[in-house]
């Protein structure tokens, strides 16, 4: 079934698991990212940035995640992630994306409540869920870069406000993840995280998914994440298998001997960490 935000994220709470939002990059990986979700028997967020939903086309994305939730019988948020133009996210909402993120996390506080806000009215009026940003992650985000000195973690006052005065359905935060860290591994401030899980009570979600330590992730699901981004790893690991299997091949061979490899292993990529984030083995599992 095609689901929102909001609705997926109430089962994960019920279930005291996070729910995985996976990033593609193009329809390839898509049906087995889809089809991986349905093996572990757990629902999916699939989310693009701008710019893949511009390369692939608003509509179609969302005619083909509809159709492979319908068909696969599998629950599946369509998330447009990390949105600063109103413009973009009202195009995403108009062609049926059933969630959006809109970033504010750059602006003043006020500027980013102000803003924020208004998405939210927009999208609620159409039965889409909003995650709202604040704190700065590290990494790149949408080719912008957060250095480690300009890095702002979430205040858990301001997140307090911030929820109360945008009503927001889920809130990004920042306590120690980069975007894109691929090659080491990071710490994440579970204090600061505790803290904020203790003033808040909507969903909270982690971005920089990849630089977490998988050790880590009971802990951080057993705090209030719900969302658990995950797109570096997939994509890095996508590539990997391509460069494979197109630096081996015939010109004239069936380009779906060079793609198929590369998908299977984003679908053993997510199926693995979807069995984490089930969290089975934690004492406080509901
Ligand atoms: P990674 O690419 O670092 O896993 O982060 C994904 C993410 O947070 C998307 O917003």
Redesign the pocket.
């Known amino acids: 079934m095609y689901k929102t935000l909001k609705e997926v994220t109430k089962t994960a709470e019920e279930l005291n698991m996070t729910i995985g939002?996976f990033?593609t990059h193009n329809l390839e990986m898509l049906p087995e990212m889809i089809r991986g979700a349905k093996e572990e028997g757990s629902p999916i967020i699939i989310?693009t940035s701008i710019d893949t939903a511009k390369y692939i086309g608003y509509k179609v994305m969302v005619a083909v995640v509809k159709e492979i939730a319908t068909d696969e019988m599998v629950d599946v948020a369509l998330h447009l992630?990390?949105a600063r133009d109103f413009d973009e996210i009202k195009a995403a909402i108009d062609a049926g994306y059933s969630s959006v993120?809109y970033d504010g996390s750059h602006l003043p506080f006020k500027e980013n409540i102000v803003k924020t806000k208004a998405v939210v009215e927009y999208a609620h009026a159409h039965g889409v869920s909003v995650e709202g940003e604040l704190g700065t992650?590290g990494?790149t985000?949408e080719g912008i870069s957060v250095s480690e000195e300009d890095k702002v973690y979430t205040r858990p006052e301001d997140a307090v406000e911030f929820v109360k005065e945008t009503k927001v359905d889920a809130l990004a935060i920042a306590i120690g993840?980069?975007?894109?860290?691929?090659k080491s591994k990071t710490e994440v401030n579970i204090p600061l995280l505790k803290e904020i899980h203790r003033v808040v009570s909507i969903p909270l979600v982690?971005?920089?998914?990849?630089?977490v330590k998988e050790e880590d992730y009971s802990e951080l699901i057993n705090n209030g994440i719900r969302k658990f981004?995950?797109?570096?790893?997939l994509?890095v690991n996508w590539t990997k298998e391509a460069k494979d299997t197109f630096g081996n091949t015939e010109i004239n061979k069936s380009l779906r001997h060079n793609v198929i490899p590369a998908n299977m292993k984003v679908k053993e990529i997510v199926k693995h960490k979807i069995r984490l984030f089930m969290n089975l083995d934690s004492p406080l599992k509901k």
């Open positions: 939002a990033n989310q992630d990390h993120m992650i990494g985000e993840t980069n975007h894109g860290q691929f982690i971005h920089g998914g990849t630089g981004n995950v797109g570096t790893e994509l």
